[in-house]
């Protein structure tokens, strides 16, 4: 791995290991790796290369294991946020552990659930990121967007983002929008109670969620609804396949709830690909239904792998 700073002094690596990169801890290599630490970092470089792939925090992205080729733009030091009254403003790189934190120094409601996710800002509108029944999607004013097409910073007002269950105008066009930064309109409260809501869902998650001492990225599949219009866990339906212990190779389905992979023992893509496909076909096997995947994947996959998240991504 060599840097090569450009003349703006921008961190470039050439044969770059992603492994602590991505919360699942698989390891590849992407040839060309760009960190930014500010805008005017962003768009000195955005204008000289072609199809960039944005990683946050890589907390819901599965890396190919067999390399990234398109330059690879890391927006973790690009993480300001800065709040005055009832308005905050946070770049795209920051982590929203920090950022739920703060929201809470300064008595603002409305950022709890981000307690214990290992995103970024950016990751989190694109995903429209939720828990405990609040989401990223609630307080949001409007995100500053560069368009790919145009070549230009856009702000984008909350309808305008076109929000849904883990999904959003950025996510729907991954080649063209890129999350520069958003702000926020919280609600004013007393510390202690948002505190005390911090705390419950921190507690919830110990109980449900895998810690990243077990590398995994969060949800795999998105919760379906029934025939009958009902949503209904993923897991729910994973576990009464019984797969919970289920591995191939070094990915393994986390034996306390069925709707998170681990890497136990170096996992490769493919390795996550057998055991995320292998869900989803045991579900639709036993229950005629088709599980739709929340993790999204980054690089270069072989045509095996490729052919098996096809047919998962179709519906
Ligand atoms: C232990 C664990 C628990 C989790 N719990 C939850 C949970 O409770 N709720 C929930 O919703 N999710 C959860 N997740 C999943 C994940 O944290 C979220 O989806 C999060 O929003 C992803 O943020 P990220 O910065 O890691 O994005 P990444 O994984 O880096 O990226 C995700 C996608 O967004 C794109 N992207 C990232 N940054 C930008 C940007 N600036 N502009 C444009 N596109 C961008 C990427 O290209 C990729 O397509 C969990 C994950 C883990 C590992």
Known sequence: MDCTCTKNNIEHYNNFELKNFNTAKVSTLADDVYFIHSEADFLSIIRNIKNPIIIGAGSNTLLSSSGIKNPVIITKKMSEISIRKDMVEVQAGA????????????????????????????????????????????????????????????????????????????????????????????????????EQKMQENTEFRKKVQPSLALPNLGST???????????????????????????????????????????FNNATSKDYTDVIFTMYSKVKEKFDIELEPEIVRIGDFTPYEDEKWKIMKKN
């Open 95 to 194: 982590s929203v552990q920090k950022l739920s934190l703060e929201a809470k120094e300064n008595h603002l409601s409305g950022f709890e659930f981000l307690i214990g996710l290992p995103a970024t800002l950016g990751g989190a509108v694109a995903m429209n990121a939720g828990a405990h029944g609040q989401t990223i999607s609630d307080n949001i004013i409007s995100a500053r967007i560069y368009d790919m097409e145009k070549g230009e910073i856009l702000t984008f007002g909350k309808d305008e983002l076109e929000f849904s269950y883990r999904n959003s105008i950025i996510k729907k066009n991954p080649k063209r929008y890129i999350v520069l930064g958003a702000s926020f309109k919280l609600e004013k409260k007393e510390k202690d109670l948002i």
């Open 221 to 263: 599949f998105k919760n379906p609804k029934t025939k009958d219009g009902e949503p209904i866990s993923a897991g729910l339906l994973i576990d009464k396949c019984n797969l919970k212990g289920y591995s191939i190779g070094g990915a393994k389905v986390w034996e306390n709830h069925a709707n998170f992979v681990i890497n």
